[in-house]
Nanobody
Framework: QVQLVESGGGLVQYGGSLRLSCTAS????????MAWYRQTPGQRRELVAH???????TYGDSLKGRCTISLDNTKDTTYLEMSGLKPEDTAVYYC???????????????WGRGTQVTVST
C-alpha cells in the first residue's frame, strides 16, 4: 500500500504563488503516476494536474497555464507549483498516486488527506 502526505498549503494573497509537495511512502515497487486534485465544499473533486513518471503531463482546465506539476522519482515526491492564484482557487488540494506493487501488480488511487489552500482578496 501507498501512503501520501501533502504539505505546503496555506493562506496566500490574490496573485500569489504556492508550492505544494506530496511524498509517497509504504510498500511498493515504484510509483507509476502522481496527480493533484482539488475540492471545495459541495463540489466534486476535480483534476488539477497529472503526471506519469517519464511520460506525459495533463492539466485540468482550472489551473491550466498557472501551474506546473513535477515528479522527483528519487524521493517519490510530486510538486505542484501554482502562480497567479485567485480566490476561486481556494480549495483542499489532494494528492493521488498509482503504483506497481512488489508482486508485480498495479495499484490505483492512493489518496492523501489533503492540504488547504486559501487565497485572499
Amino acid at each position: 500500500q501507498v501512503q501520501l502526505v501533502e504539505s505546503g498549503g496555506g493562506l496566500v494573497q490574490y496573485g500569489g504563488s504556492l508550492r505544494l509537495s506530496c511524498t509517497a511512502s509504504g510498500t511498493f515497487s515504484r510509483i507509476y503516476s502522481m496527480a493533484w486534485y482539488r475540492q471545495t465544499p459541495g463540489q466534486r473533486r476535480e483534476l488539477v494536474a497529472h503526471s506519469i513518471y517519464g511520460g506525459s503531463r495533463t492539466y485540468g482546465d482550472s489551473l491550466k497555464g498557472r501551474c506546473t506539476i513535477s515528479l522527483d522519482n528519487t524521493k517519490d515526491t510530486t510538486y505542484l507549483e501554482m502562480s497567479g492564484l485567485k480566490p476561486e482557487d481556494t480549495a483542499v488540494y489532494y494528492c493521488n498516486a498509482d503504483w506497481f506493487d512488489t508482486t508485480g501488480g498495479f495499484g490505483k488511487d492512493a489518496w492523501g488527506r489533503g492540504t488547504q489552500v486559501t487565497v485572499s482578496t
